[in-house]
């Protein structure tokens, strides 16, 4: 049975920093795509941030660049997502997901249906 199971969450203040972790289990995801998205309730999933196989290919929403950088570690099969100088728009569950397919170009890492496994979510709260 495939799980992504994130942890790090947390209650953080404005300016503080949380670092994510997404851990794999089922499956190898070392050669495909994974990202994390983030939802407040009554509003849609959004993308946060993305990551190729390899690694060497990184995307990020503009709201979080320069702020948040997203890893991994294909030896633990996991996924990380480094956040700084949070503010409190940063609010959310934030979701880890991966992908099936190696291949995808720079538009379907932005989107919540490439995406075919998902974790449970992490609550992330930044208080002003």
């Known amino acids: 049975q495939v799980q992504l199971v994130e942890s790090g969450g947390g209650l953080v203040q404005t300016g503080g920093s949380l670092k994510l972790s997404c851990a794999a289990s089922?499956?190898?995801?070392?050669?495909?795509?994974m990202g994390w998205f983030r939802q407040d309730p009554g509003k849609e999933r959004e993308f946060v941030a993305a990551i190729s196989g390899s690694g060497v290919v990184t995307y990020y929403a503009d709201s979080v660049k320069g702020r948040f950088t997203i890893s991994r570690d294909n030896a633990k099969n996991t996924v990380y997502l480094q956040m700084n100088s949070l503010k409190p728009e940063d609010t959310a569950v934030y979701y880890c997901?991966?992908?099936?397919?190696?291949?995808?170009?720079?538009?379907?890492?932005?989107?919540?249906?490439?995406?075919?496994?998902w974790g449970q979510g992490t609550q992330v709260t930044v208080s002003s």
């Open positions: 089922g499956r190898t995801f070392s050669s495909y795509p």
């Open positions: 997901a991966a992908a099936l397919t190696r291949r995808i170009g720079y538009s379907d890492y932005l989107r919540a249906p490439t995406y075919d496994y």
